[in-house]
């Protein structure tokens, strides 16, 4: 995987890795992973774009100060400041998971800075959070998160989000698990999983409905966590999307089907240059 580089933000470090070349594309991971998922898609795009995969607040090697605010409109912000301080505006915009939250709140406040918007397994409007991490946000049980946190959970987590089992192998895990191996990374999971909201998508219903950034919306059928109902109601409120259905993709579809969800973001970046 690529080494980090790393930018200053206000008092936090933020990390990210780059490779490529072309029209840049910012690549924003969900809850559980860091920029480590987008591995496979990096490789398939980097011969024609410029591509960043960042890791958000609280997650992989960025900072996780304690008592930050971790929301998806603050993380929208970090990275709008991310976006403005590499220099790297206009371009491509890819959210996955809770980076589809964060990243429909970047495009409906600074459509100005972006091509296009590509939402891949994204939350949206109030059906989120799901299982496991509504349980995780009950008081008593997000006392004793960072305890219960361990290699067993969240293999039985994962599990459940990849629809081709047999791409979890103890090298993956790993990759999911090292956040985790620390105190301070067991604390940011705590806090980000505290500060997930959905009301701060609710609010941004009617701009999304006047969103004028072309959209392509990827939606891995097999994901056991997020409803289809989410990406079929975004393709109806985005004026200008398109709704992909991928059969074999579970929540993780860059694991499960990296070469189709490449091609699709290929496709669709190159009609919208």
């Known amino acids: ?26 690549l924003v991971h969900g809850v559980l992973s860091y920029s480590f998922l987008w591995k496979s898609i990096m490789d398939e795009l980097a011969d024609d774009f410029d591509l960043i995969a960042v890791d958000l607040l609280g997650c992989g090697a960025s900072d996780k100060p304690t008592g930050a605010d971790y929301s998806i409109v603050a993380q929208a912000e970090m990275l709008k400041t991310f976006i403005e301080q590499l220099g790297i505006a206009p371009l ?8 589809g939250g964060v990243s429909q709140i970047l495009a409906t406040r600074h459509p100005e800075l972006f091509y296009d918007l590509i939402l891949i397994n994204s939350v949206g409007y109030d059906f989120w959070p799901v299982q496991p991490v509504t349980t995780m946000r009950l008081p008593i049980i997000r006392r004793l998160t960072s305890s219960i946190v361990s290699p067993t959970l969240l293999k039985m987590v994962i599990s459940r989000a990849i629809y081709h089992k047999e791409r979890l ?7 999911f698990w090292c956040p985790f191996q620390t105190p ?19 609010d941004i219903t009617e701009s999304l409905c006047r969103l004028k950034l072309p959209t392509l919306i990827i939606r891995g059928d ?9 990406s079929e109601q975004l393709a109806r ?3 200008d999307s398109r709704l992909e259905i991928v059969p074999y993709g579970g929540h993780f579809i860059q694991l499960d089907e990296p070469q189709r969800i490449s091609e699709l973001m290929k496709e669709f970046m190159y009609e919208k240059r």
């Open 1 to 26: 995987m690529d080494h980090y580089q790393y930018i200053q933000i206000g008092k936090n470090t933020i990390a990210y890795r780059r490779r490529g070349k072309g029209k840049t594309v910012l």
């Open 92 to 99: 491509h915009l890819t959210g996955h998971d809770i980076g």
């Open 169 to 175: 192998t103890p090298n993956l895990l790993y990759d």
């Open 184 to 202: 301070e990374g067991k604390a940011g999971f705590v806090q980000l999983i505290k500060d997930l909201n959905n009301r701060l998508l609710t």
């Open 222 to 230: 097999a994901d056991a966590y997020l409803s289809r109902s989410i």
């Open 237 to 239: 409120d985005i004026p």
